[in-house]
């Protein structure tokens, strides 16, 4: 019988247009083939009140003192559940009010009541958790939470490791194979659905008290981690090399020598040498820079133990950035030890430079995010950034970053567009302090060009910076950005 009821409610909903097909993208920035949009079951009071009842049905416990919906479409059905069921509702605002009594939660409660959540769809199942936490927060006990629709992309699994138990009426494949039996989708449209949910069942979520939670396994967030913690997560060398300078020297900053000629070069790394663990180049901006050059850069970075990173933002398929990399005038894969790339080839470009790197210890930083204003860099691309690290482990170190783009521990953030005074340039450039690249964006590792290069006295600056930059950091991992 109650197969029966959900056929007919899903033919009903797919009707009205609450699936859709096409190419959408979700609140997380991931693409998407199907789309399900509930919120217009408010229009159709019948319906909405079969998947209200549907939605009950499925509760796991019997003694439930309050229901409480998640903003925005798990309103309605609960408050239809709280009707029809006599059972008293709560509301979760998403922001506090800024006036009156400011609270979260609207509605009559006390401390130990247990709460019943509904929500109508969960991809990660970040909106419910989100949720769940205000409510415990307040003392309620929660643990159930119903989902009309589970898309399968791994909320189901985060939720159950963080202790809620998750109940869903239909999951996008059985809600594809009604659609399918129906005729109301071909074959291809449900092959691709499946294919999609194959590959992006890896969402994540972070809590308020930065467990973040992968694939249901918690793990602590990437900023809350230790630099030597995080020495032995990381599986790349260049990464471990990094994290040791970095503990070693007291800092996390990586001065951007965009000069005109080697000899300044080598002069700003000599002078510059003992207070970074970085130094970044833009070699083609230098007329004279030959490979000299670079036997003396690579000596100097041994002296002040630094790593070298040139800067070129390969982002060509993979047979020429190959031939770039390791040929030109500048032979960048022997002396450079971090290149940066843009991911908009897609994985070609990663390959490419790691076939020219061979067997040297060698690694890209992927530039997810511009510091520049106008920046193209959508939520879709940086996501697709973050996926394309996850598969080349062996060869990404990180991400260039303007936010915190990845939780996961084995990234190294890199942060440009930092001066002492939040500013702008003429061209576009935006500054933030030091502290806030590393307590607000998240960054691991401070860029800094113009503030340091050009101040009446590099050294003495570079000083200043790497205190700030590296006094943040230690802030954030003794938890000072809670
Ligand atoms: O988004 C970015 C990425 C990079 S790598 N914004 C940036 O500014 N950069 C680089 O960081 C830029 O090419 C320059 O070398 C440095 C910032 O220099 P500054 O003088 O503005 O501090």
């Known amino acids: 019988m109650e197969g029966n009821v959900l056929e007919e409610c899903v033919l009903e909903l797919f009707r009205i247009g609450v699936v859709k097909f096409g190419s959408f993208t979700l609140k997380s ?26 939605m009950w049905e499925k509760r796991p416990g019997t003694d439930y003192q309050l229901v409480c919906g998640v903003a925005y479409t798990g309103i309605p059905i609960a408050t239809v559940i709280s009707n029809k069921q006599d059972v008293p509702m709560v509301i979760r605002r998403k922001e506090t009010k800024g006036y009156g009594t400011k609270k979260m939660v609207e509605g009559i409660y006390e401390k130990n009541q247990e709460c019943l959540m509904i929500e109508d769809v969960i991809v990660s199942g970040s909106s419910v958790y989100e949720t769940v936490e ?20 791994g909320g189901a699994s985060n939720l159950t490791a963080l202790g809620i138990n998750i109940i869903p009426v239909i999951t996008l494949t059985e809600l594809m194979e009604i659609l399918l039996k129906h005729g109301r989708v071909n074959q ?40 030597e913690s995080r020495i032995s997560t990381t599986n790349h060398p260049l990464s471990r090399r990094l994290f040791k300078i970095m503990l070693r020297k007291k800092t996390n900053l990586c ?106 210890e060698r690694g890209c930083v992927l530039v997810s995010q511009m510091s520049s204003v106008g ?22 170190v990180g991400f260039v970053s303007q936010s915190s783009v990845s939780g996961d521990s084995r990234f190294i953030l890199f942060t440009p567009g930092v001066q002492l005074e939040k500013s702008v340039d003429g061209l576009g450039q935006q500054y933030v302090t030091p502290r806030a690249a590393v307590l607000e964006r998240g960054a691991d590792i401070i860029i800094v060009g113009r503030g340091i290069t050009q101040a009446s006295d590099p050294v003495a600056t570079a000083i200043t910076y790497k205190h700030q930059a590296f006094s943040a950091y230690e802030e954030r991992v003794a938890g000072g950005t809670s």
């Open 188 to 227: 291809d449209t449900y092959n691709s659905v499946k294919e999609f949910v194959a590959s992006h069942n890896d969402t994540s979520i972070v809590t308020k008290a930065k467990i973040s939670c992968k694939n249901g396994i918690k793990v602590t967030d990437r900023k809350d981690q230790t630099f």
């Open 29 to 54: 920035g991931m693409q998407s083939p199907v789309y399900f949009d509930l919120r217009i079951i408010i229009s159709f009071p019948k319906l909405l009140e079969t998947v209200a009842q549907l």
């Open 375 to 396: 920046a193209l860099t959508s939520n879709e691309y940086v996501n697709g950034c973050s996926r394309l690290a996850e598969n080349h482990t062996y060869f990404v």
């Open 255 to 360: 001065v951007a020598a965009d000069v005109a000629t080697s000899q300044q070069l080598l002069s700003l790394a000599d002078q510059l040498g003992p207070h970074i663990c970085l130094l970044k180049t833009h070699v083609d901006l230098m007329s004279d820079f030959t490979l000299d050059t670079t036997q003396e850069l690579k000596e100097l970075a041994e002296k002040h133990n630094f790593l070298l990173f040139e800067d070129r933002k390969f982002g060509d398929i993979g047979n020429t950035v190959a031939k770039q990399y390791s040929g030109g005038a500048h032979k960048v894969v022997e002396w450079a030890h971090l290149v940066t790339a843009h991911a908009l080839p897609g994985p070609g470009v990663i390959e490419g430079l790691a076939s020219a790197a061979q067997d040297q």
């Open 134 to 153: 205000t409510l415990v927060e307040l003392g309620l006990e929660v643990k159930d939470a119903v989902v009309f629709l589970d898309r399968e992309q």
